[in-house]
Every structure is written in structure tokens, then in C-alpha cells.
């Protein structure tokens, strides 16, 4: 390199990386916009190690078939980071080299170098023939970023190539190592092309490579790829609670509630908006992507990131109204602004939570977008207006009076808390099981195993209230708040300290929803009690052979949010000596039966009704059973077995499975 070039690229070097921090001065900035977040108190070890699977182990990339490629892609520039390093050194002092290692730990970088940049250009190679060739749908595939960023990658490679090959063909690479596919390919091919003029092409190729380095660099910030620089941060800042948790809020006059302009949101939420690497998964899982709704996940997180840096820089100079791009709007047909019809969309499911390679938090933003509309507008669709009125009068989605959550006990001679606190365990019956006939039979299925067992429990009666989880969905957390106190109190008035749910959603509630009300009792659903009762032996099931061919289906609440997934298939395997047929969406890539987040009480078109699409999945395995153990599944199950006319198919709650084969104590 003579002096000239040397200067060159020193102050080139100089100016483009003080303009690459600059622009990641700035980002750091947008995302501290964001509301203080307190999880990064304490589990500095956990964060530590989450850090190192999936940001560095890419263990949930690595968990579709084509992850793989992005995970050698990923260890390829990893490894190349130090071959960079050694290059941009020596731009800048010319005699810096890795040569000091000696002879043998540098011949050994030189061949992970070559054989490294060969890996990454056929991986580059790979993943432009997916996008231009296989197109998959849940992707952009032909989006332009994408496109740029693949052809520098290769570029870079090809430079890398072009100038050692040119070095060892005119002999000025000293004692080159071991570098097969330098000297083997590339250096005859540079021979080839250039002749005489190998120095110069030596020359043109090293300028090549820096000048794509350099301005990667500097695209990058910019870019769908900004998240090489927040993925790693946004593993480790992970929330180890259920993704769906939204801290309270604490109401007076005059206060705004929710989230509609863009620093409202956490810094977390901001970094996340920051880290989504656009690949896909999410809406690739998405219920209401794949049922043709407006919401897909990808899209909103994009939007919020496109709000970002659009408003970021003014809100940082105190601009907070004027010229602003609204958050959201009435459709998201708007780059930037997130449409109404989509978060009304959402089933608060948690798929596209769990397929997120870098812990994105799709739902609780969704909500806290949805506290907005609701608190502060009033603007909600029109269906919910009956539903919020009958839970505000009386304490259920029904509007029934109270004193009928006790007619499906009638003649059950079960205990009120109210006349006997005695009982080890309360058990909350939640709306759907008090009120709904369909569900009122399941609960009655549950009570049967409980008396079976010898289990001690008690009920509210009139005094239970609805546990509020679709008014936290929906984001009414003014009469959640007045719910959870109520409920609160009388748990505490009764000193529950266990308490046995029969629904998912009372369960999740209950079990982390009101921890920020105080709660500190042991909260069970039935899937795990019933099974510790039949493992301890306290029920004993005779075998049950006039189900059929049963398919199980996995409640979102249950599985995703509180990893339930062995039990109900222990108790079916239990109940009818074999083990339950799977769906081929089964388990953390359950599709949602439709009902949750507040759609159980809202409409749905004909062409985008999701218990369909689920009732079709069940149905492909040809069930004579269908078994849940949600009362919402149920429904949505009950109703979609209807849209089928498959009426020879039966849907049962797993106590009601197990309640025919009980056997009776033995008496001694």
C-alpha cells in the first residue's frame, strides 16, 4: 500500500466510523425515549446465559430448517469479524499483521478465513435462490433491503477472494498459510484475468473490500439488518414472566392511559421495534395472519420501528404534537401507523411471541395500544359496549345475576366460603363454567372427580366475579382494576390460600395477573390437579374404550403461557391406554381456537372465523373425540363442529373423559 492509499484510508476510516457511531449514538437515544422498565433488576446470570443460546446459539432460529443457514451466516461473520479486524488494521498501520501469532495458530486463521468465507458465500448463495426462486410467502422475499444487503455480503466475499488470490499470484502475500481456496481457485482465475496487472487488480479488490466494509457499516443503522446491532441486547433483556403481563396503571383525573404516541411505549418495547429481524416467524404462526385478517405481527413491529425514527428525533427536541405520524390509525394501510382493525384482530395467543427468535413482545404492546383506544377514546368495536356494560352491573360477560352462578351446584351440596372457610382449596368456576350450559356439565364432570378423590374444596357462589382477563386483553384495565380489588378482598376476607381453576384464563389471571394485587395463593388448573390425583392414586380410572379416535387440541393460555402441555396428554394417555392424536399445529405452535384476547365476545366475518380453520385441522385426523380443556375452546370447538356438520364428532373437557371411569373408593 503505498502512502498515498494509506492516508486515504485512514481519514475515509476516521469519517465513516465516527459517522456509524454517531448513528448508533442516535439510536441509543430513540430507544431511551421509552418509559423506565425494571426488569433488569437482579438475573444478571439467566440474562447472561439466554444471551448465549439465543443470540449467539440462535437456538430458536435454528428450530425451522432454514435457520440454519442464517446460523452459519451469523458464525461466518463472527469469525470474519477477526479477518476484518486484521484488514482494517493494516489499511491503517500497513506493517499490523496476525503474522505475530506465529506461524502455526495463524496458518490455522488463515485456513478458518478461507474456508469461512467459501461457507458464508454459499449460504448468501442459498438464501437469494430462497427469495428470488422459493418466495415463501410469510417473508418479503423480493424486498430491496434484503436483496442490497445479500449482494454486499457476497460482495464483501468476492473482494476477499479477488485481492488474495491476486496477492498469491504475484507473489507479494508472504508465506501465505494454508488457503486452499485462495490458491487454488482464486489465484489462477486472478491470474488469468489480470496478467501483468496483477498488483493493480490486487489494489482494486483491496479498495473493493473496504469500501463495502465501510459502508455495511454505515447501512447498517438504517436497514432491516439494524438488528447485528440490537438482537443481542434484546435476548438478553428478555422477560422471564408471562409475555402478556402489563404492569397496572394507577388512575386520576386528568390522566392519559395507554399507549398513542411512540415514547410512550418501555425502552424495551422501543428495542424490540429496533431488534425485529423481519424473518417471518412471527406471522408465519399468527392466527389472524394466516386466517386473512388486517393483523400481522411483522407489520406492526415494522410500523413501530418506521414511527421510531420518524418522530424519535423531533419528540428528543420537544416536539410532541405537531407534524407527529400518529401511532395509530383507523386502518394501517400507513407506513408507520398501526391500523385499529388490527389490534382489534389480535387473540392475545402468544404464536407469534414464541416463534420470535429475539423475544420480541408483540402482545403487550398490542394491549397497551388497545388501552389507548379504549380508556382515553372510548373507541372500541360495537359488540363490546354490551359486554363491558354487563360486566361493570353485574360482575359477569352475561349480564345474568349474580345469585345464578350457583344453579349448576344445585343439589351438589358443595360449601360456600361464605358458610365454611374450612376447605383447603377454593374453587374459582370462572364465568363460562358458572353461566354457559355447554361448560356448566364439564365443571359438574370436574366436581365428580374432586368428591371421588376426597378433595376438600369450597366455592364463592354469588360472590365470585369474573376474573376480568378479557377486559385486561381488551385493554379496560379501569374495570379490571375495580374486578381484581373486589376479588382480592374477598380472597382475603376468606384467607384462600389455594385455589383450583377450571379455565386457562381465570388461571392466568389469577396465577400472574394478580400478583400486582398481592396475591400469594398456589393457583392450580384442573389439567395439573386432576393428573397429581391420579399419579398419587387418590383417583383410580377404570379405562375408558367408547371415545374413539380422540385429537387433542392445546389451549394458548394454558400451553404457551404456562407450558401445560405433558398433563392433558397424560390424562389421556391414562384414561384410554394410548396416547391422543396430534394435530399438525400442536404444542408451542398451537393455532388458537379463535376466543381469546377479548374475541370470544366480539364478531367474526365467515371467511376469517379461526375456530373453523382450527375444527378443519382437528378434523384431518378423522377424531371421534375432539378433547380440550378450555371452556372457550369448547365453545368455539362446539360451534365449528356445527359450521362443519359434523355432528358425529364429540367435544369433551378432560374431566369429562375421565369422570365415566372413576372408580369408586375402595372402603376398608
Not at 470474519?80 to 489499511?91: D, I, Q, R, S, V
Not at 458465500?121 to 434484503?146: E, G, N, Y
Request: glycine share 8%.
Amino acid at each position: 500500500m503505498s502512502n498515498t492509499e494509506n492516508v486515504v484510508f485512514a481519514l475515509l476510516f476516521a469519517v465513516l466510523v465516527l459517522a456509524f457511531l454517531y448513528s448508533a449514538y442516535r439510536l441509543v437515544r430513540r430507544i431511551a425515549l421509552g418509559h423506565p422498565d425494571s426488569r433488569l433488576q437482579g438475573s444478571w446470570g439467566r440474562r447472561f446465559l439466554t444471551m448465549l443460546l439465543y443470540a449467539f446459539g440462535q437456538r430458536r432460529v435454528i428450530a425451522k430448517p432454514f435457520g440454519f443457514n442464517h446460523f452459519f451466516l451469523f458464525w461466518g461473520f463472527m469469525v470474519l469479524f477477526l479477518a476484518n479486524a486484521e484488514f482494517a488494521l493494516n489499511g491503517l498501520f500497513p506493517s499490523f499483521s496476525f503474522r505475530f501469532l506465529g506461524p502455526s495458530l495463524y496458518g490455522l486463521l488463515t485456513l478458518a478465513f478461507d474456508l469461512v468465507s467459501l461457507g458464508v458465500l454459499v449460504c448468501v448463495a442459498i438464501a437469494l435462490f430462497r427469495r428470488l426462486v422459493l418466495q415463501p410467502t410469510h417473508i418479503d422475499a423480493k424486498s430491496a433491503d434484503a436483496l442490497l444487503i445479500l449482494s454486499l455480503v457476497a460482495g464483501l466475499m468476492i473482494a476477499y477472494f479477488g485481492f488474495h488470490g491476486s496477492e498469491i499470484a504475484s507473489g507479494h502475500m508472504a508465506g501465505p498459510g494454508f488457503m486452499p481456496i485462495s490458491q487454488k481457485i482464486a489465484a489462477p482465475l486472478m491470474a488469468s484475468f489480470f496478467g501483468a496487472s496483477l498488483p493493480l487488480g490486487e489494489r482494486v479488490f483491496w479498495w473493493i473490500h473496504a469500501l463495502i466494509f465501510l459502508g455495511f457499516l454505515n447501512y447498517l443503522p438504517h436497514s432491516k439488518h439494524l438488528h447485528i446491532l440490537t438482537a443481542i441486547p434484546a435476548c438478553f433483556c428478555r422477560s422471564f414472566d408471562p409475555a402478556v403481563l402489563v404492569p397496572r396503571e394507577t388512575f386520576s383525573p386528568g390522566k392519559t392511559y395507554g399507549v398513542s404516541r411512540i415514547d410512550e411505549f418501555t425502552w424495551k418495547d422501543l428495542l424490540d421495534f429496533s431488534a425485529c429481524t423481519e424473518c417471518g416467524r412471527c406471522n408465519d404462526n399468527c392466527p389472524a395472519t394466516l386466517s386473512g385478517k388486517t393483523l400481522n405481527p411483522r407489520y406492526l413491529i415494522h410500523d413501530g420501528k418506521v414511527n421510531l425514527k420518524a418522530d424519535g428525533e423531533k419528540i428528543l427536541h420537544g416536539n410532541f404534537d405537531r407534524g407527529l405520524l400518529p401511532l395509530i390509525r383507523e386502518n394501517d394501510e400507513s407506513p408507520g401507523s398501526v391500523g385499529e382493525d388490527a389490534l382489534w384482530a389480535c387473540t392475545t395467543c402468544g404464536a407469534c411471541m414464541a416463534n420470535c427468535p429475539v423475544f420480541i413482545e408483540h402482545v403487550p404492546k398490542i394491549v397497551k395500544m388497545r388501552r389507548h383506544l379504549t380508556e382515553n377514546q372510548a373507541k372500541f368495536p360495537e359488540e363490546l359496549r354490551n359486554f363491558y356494560e354487563s360486566i361493570e352491573q353485574r360482575a359477569n360477560p352475561w349480564g345474568l345475576i349474580p345469585q345464578d352462578r350457583t344453579k349448576w351446584a344445585k343439589g351438589l351440596d358443595i360449601p360456600l366460603l361464605s358458610e365454611d372457610e374450612r376447605v383447603e382449596y377454593l374453587f374459582y368456576v370462572g364465568c363460562a363454567g358458572s353461566f354457559d350450559s355447554r361448560n356448566r356439565k364439564a365443571v359438574i364432570a370436574l366436581v365428580q372427580a374432586l368428591r371421588a378423590a376426597g378433595v376438600s374444596f369450597g366455592i364463592l357462589g354469588a360472590e365470585e366475579r369474573c376474573c376480568g382477563d378479557s377486559l385486561r386483553r381488551l385493554g379496560n384495565e379501569f374495570v379490571f382494576e375495580k374486578l381484581a380489588v373486589e376479588n382480592m378482598e374477598l380472597f382475603r376476607k376468606y384467607r384462600v390460600k389455594k385455589i383450583l381453576t377450571y379455565c386457562p384464563h381465570c388461571y392466568f389471571t389469577l396465577k400472574h395477573d394478580y400478583r400486582q394485587y398481592g396475591l400469594e395463593a398456589t393457583v392450580l388448573h384442573h389439567s395439573e390437579f386432576l393428573l397429581d390425583l391420579l399419579q398419587d392414586g387418590k383417583l383410580r380410572l377404570r379405562g375408558e374404550d367408547s371415545l374413539g379416535r380422540v385429537v387433542i387440541h392445546d389451549s394458548c393460555y394454558l400451553g404457551r403461557y404456562n407450558q401445560i402441555y405433558r398433563q392433558p396428554r397424560e390424562i389421556l394417555r391414562m384414561a384410554t391406554g394410548h396416547n391422543p392424536l396430534e394435530m399438525d399445529r400442536r404444542l408451542e405452535n398451537s393455532f388458537c381456537c379463535g376466543a381469546g384476547g377479548g374475541r370470544m365476545w366480539m364478531e367474526e366475518s365467515a371467511e376469517h372465523r379461526l375456530n373453523i380453520h382450527r375444527t378443519r385441522q382437528a378434523l384431518e385426523k378423522s377424531p371421534n373425540t375432539i378433547a380440550v380443556s378450555c371452556p372457550y375452546c369448547m365453545t368455539m370447538f362446539e360451534d365449528g363442529l356445527k359450521n362443519e356438520k359434523a355432528s358425529e364428532v364429540r367435544v369433551l373437557d378432560l374431566a369429562e373423559i375421565i369422570a365415566p371411569s372413576i372408580e369408586a373408593p375402595k372402603i376398608t
